[in-house]
């Protein structure tokens, strides 16, 4: 009898979970329509990014300036034991643009932005005004969800550039101004250990993997969620703790395809 | 503008029926063959207990929601086997005023007003204006267009809403409980206007409501849910019943003949279920 309800179990949670995937799709499919036809929602866009962008401005910057000033005090002490501290820049560099930028800038955005598209969107749910729309003749789809998706997917690889910026002051801050290091060489080893297709394009790259797959996550489970206060709730935390193990998933997965 | 020429004439096609509708919403039964209409050019109130279904029952004209079985007609056409896409078309023909009024509450009161006609019609800026304003006015919320919804009162809240329903001037429209939370004067400013609408533009009006003075006022029909089906008559119709679930529905309200001030046809309850 247990044996049986357990096989039950697993049954429904494996059926829910290939419908789930099939909705997502679908809901993904339904964004990408919306925002390839006509009408396009280019003030809502805007909007959607000037909203997401603001909203994570603040950590973004404080978290990049820590991170670098700690990878620079961290790259210090461990370099100079090979004699190698001259290498802080290019060690910095190559760390913070291929791996550490973009993942903690879309855990840092997950937290700050995603998580409030998707209570938002939940609370329209709870309000009622995702029905008003509908009754309109107004697809929310068209008119909410995907300005926002939009908004999400190009505000990540800004972000993740800023946050870049600021780690590379913050390490050199640590490095030059507090640990002696020369400014020129720091910089120099910095600039000579990236190149373009290496690094840039893969930090670029991993950034946009991550926005789609913030953007579809919050607005999914806000779109999806039950209409009550507990329903915004969970798709809050739901978009975290689901974003999260998802970028760092799919990082270590590019990481192994692509050699980077 | 490329707004719809919609005549008086051509709203004379515009009933709504329901003919053996059934609805099972998580383990309750809502609807168990529900038939009834509701005639064009006239007020109809759907009165009922909590939980009898009325607002439910203006998700299904809409078409927020699909019945399990049975038939929906909206203007002769069905529409419980309609995609979304067609459903939008109908419903571009339907103003519904939420129960919480459904503002967008990232927008202010007059672009919440205005976005029917900035989705659906080509008119100007200048002309959306215009038209927003005196819709405003109409409903007495003058200089509140700049307002958010979260600086709105309860009624003025539901006025705007009201606004935003009729600023395209359907053939439909569907309120779902425009008096509940207000003051008695916010109660009889919304009833008026609403009867106002109905008069002037000679539009099916469906209202659900508890509050049973306004409803007696101003119902040309009424349709009282019982047990997941519908019985319909005229308000006179409702008072003269000796059916003791609405003679209990109505004497728990306090409500009776004294209710209405206004005379009303007299006739016997059709308790065929079926608002002819």
Redesign the interface.
Known sequence: MNQSTAIHALGHRSVDFVTNLGQIARFTLQIVRALLMPRYRVRRTIDAVFDSGVLSLAIICLSGITVGAVLGLQGFYNLSRFGAEGSLGAVVGISLVRELGPVLTALLFTGRAASAVAAEIASMVTTGQLDGLRMMSVDPIDFIVSPKALGMLLVLPLLNALFISFAFFGAYLVGVSYLGLDGGQFLTTLESSMTFENDIAVSLLKSFVFGVLVSIIATYRGYTSLPTAEGVSAATTGTVVVASTAILLTDYAITALWGV | MVRLDRTLETRGDFRIAFDGVRLTLGNQQVFRGLSCGFNPGQITVVLGGSGSGKSTLL?LV?G?LRPDAGSIRVAGQEITRLS?REL??I??R???L???G?????MTVFDNVA??LR??TLLSEEDIGAEVERRLIAVGLPETGDLYPRHLSGGMNRRAALA?AVVTDPDIVLCDEPFSGLDPINVRRIENLLVEINRRLHLTMVVTSHHLASCMRMADRIVFLVDGRAVSGTPQDLLNSDDERIVEFLAADGGGPAASQDPVPSGRLDLAGDAS
């Open positions: 998700r809409g927020l979304e939008f078309r419903r571009q339907i103003g519904m939420f129960q919480g459904a503002l967008l509450d990232s976005l029917p989705e659906h935003r």
